[in-house]
């Protein structure tokens, strides 16, 4: 599919508005395979099969003489080939047709989300649509959440929340003197006491710890961000425990588990060096 998008389909188009490129993509052949499959289909079974060739043409004329021409062979005319400005000029590219989603504001669209910038981007524009709690059920935009705070037993006393540009899913727990501004928190996260968040994703399972301050970042499920650790524009991968007061800027943090080499490993490379060395000793 990637190579259907990316080539085909440009390439084709491209072929629609400059000269010459579809004869060179030899376009007018693929599209005339089913026009030779019709014809067969028309043809006469009481028809010679002819090839238009030189030889072929000589030797019906020779064999059926001219009244045999008259009756059963029309006419053929053998011209030049046609240079390749009178091939593209004569063969129409076949046309891509696109699908415009109207401009209406009230039109639901339904857009891909394939990269971890878009993810967020999209999130945060969705938390800013008006509830089904504050709309009243009246006009709801399809992407309405029932509530800003689906779980309020959660969220403790001296917290700033604002409601209007944020999501906080079921089972979120909220310390107190925390700040959680524009930001979607997934479900069963824990906020710790005095934690900063502004612009920020976080899945499933997420835990911040005390006094971290977020912003613009992709937290993971089941990551852990120690406390005091200070990110800004970062990605955590899931699962990813980030130690106590790390500060990063502009980074994705991934874990390392699986490329470290094992005792064993180690052992077998530390033989090899030995055994090259000695081999060069003895040379």
Known sequence: ?????????????????????????????????????????????????????????????????????ETSVPSIAVDDEPSAAEKSTSFQVPPIVAYVHPGGSSAPLIRRVDTAQLLLAISLQL??????????????????????????????????ITQKDSLIAENVTVEEKTSIKETVIGAGSQINEGAKLSQCLLMEGVVVGKACKLTR?????????????VLTDCEVQENLLVEARTEDKDNKLMSSEGLEATEAEMEEVLQD?????????MD
């Open 1 to 69: 599919m990637e190579s259907i998008g990316e080539d085909v389909v440009g390439w084709w188009a491209k072929a629609g508005w400059q000269s010459g490129l579809a004869e060179k993509l030899n376009l007018e052949s693929a599209c005339a395979q089913g026009r030779v499959e019709e014809t067969k289909d028309d043809e006469r079974p009481s028809s010679p099969s002819r090839v238009s060739t030189p030889d072929n043409i000589r030797s019906d004329w020779n064999t059926y003489g001219d009244t045999a021409a």
């Open 127 to 160: 938390a800013k649509l008006p509830s089904l709690e504050e709309t009243g059920g009246e006009s709801p935009s399809p992407y309405a959440h029932a509530k800003k705070i689906a779980y309020p037993e959660g969220v403790k006393a001296r917290t700033t």
């Open 217 to 229: 970042c992709i937290i993971g499920k089941r990551a852990v961000i120690g406390d005091g650790s």
């Open 273 to 281: 060096m030995e055994a090259d060395a000695e081999q060069a000793v």
